[in-house]
């Protein structure tokens, strides 16, 4: 069975989701940020999984649920960072973040029986999810990260490899994002602060 990453920052104002700063401010941004956390949370408990994983910056919260480990995100750049996460996994992983709270347990459900690795990339031109059978560190070292070249720099790491891919998902970094994913996910956390806070004057 699979082992569940999310790699995540403690949502505190002004260290996540400063791109939606304005309109928003920073700590409606963290609020925005924790319902977020929450929603993927809340589903990767739903997911079935060998072991679930939060690697995260910052320190936990009431928003994490039981049944995970919490393991304290490395030092260097995003790609040493999740390279690091699958360094700690002996077995298949799949890997997500805390920008697409319209994920769903369906989607998280992998099998690896016919295939090696996992791919789900994010409409900005990131990737939401990245799946390896066998974690190889390797293959996210010195991925430029955070471009609009990202998704198909990873993506060109796992040449060689057999390959599925997952549907693409749309990252919360802006507001306009956020509108399109509360749309996504009606029902969740995140739609539901958004709409309150809508409800405030935003």
């Known amino acids: 069975m699979t082992t569940l990453l999310v790699i995540a920052k403690e949502p505190?104002?002004?260290r996540v989701k400063t791109r939606l700063t304005p309109p928003f401010t920073p700590e409606e941004a963290a609020a925005l940020a924790e319902a977020s956390l929450a929603d993927t949370l809340d589903v990767v408990a739903r997911t079935p999984a060998?072991?679930?994983?939060?690697v995260l910056e910052g320190a936990p919260g009431p928003w994490l649920p039981p049944g995970f480990d919490v393991v304290r995100q490395?030092?260097?750049g995003l790609d040493?960072?999740?390279?690091?996460?699958?360094a700690g996994c002996d077995g298949p992983a799949l890997l997500i973040g805390m920008d697409t709270p319209q994920v769903t347990p369906e989607l998280l459900t992998v099998d690896f029986s016919d295939c090696e690795a996992y791919f789900g990339p994010a409409e900005d031109g990131g990737f939401w999810a990245l799946g390896l059978a066998q974690p190889d560190p390797s293959l996210l070292r010195g991925?430029?990260?955070?471009?609009p070249r990202t998704g198909a720099a990873q993506r060109a790491r796992l040449t060689g490899l057999r390959v599925r891919q997952?549907?693409?998902?749309?990252?919360?970094d802006t507001a306009y994002d956020a509108k399109l994913v509360a749309k996504a996910a009606p029902g969740g956390r995140f739609a539901a602060e958004l709409e309150r806070l809508a409800g405030a004057g935003r």
């Open 166 to 172: 997952l549907p693409p998902l749309r990252d919360v």
């Open 143 to 147: 991925v430029p990260m955070s471009t």
């Open 12 to 14: 505190r104002p002004g």
């Open 74 to 76: 490395c030092a260097g």
């Open 80 to 86: 040493e960072r999740l390279a690091a996460a699958f």
């Open 50 to 54: 060998r072991r679930r994983v939060l």
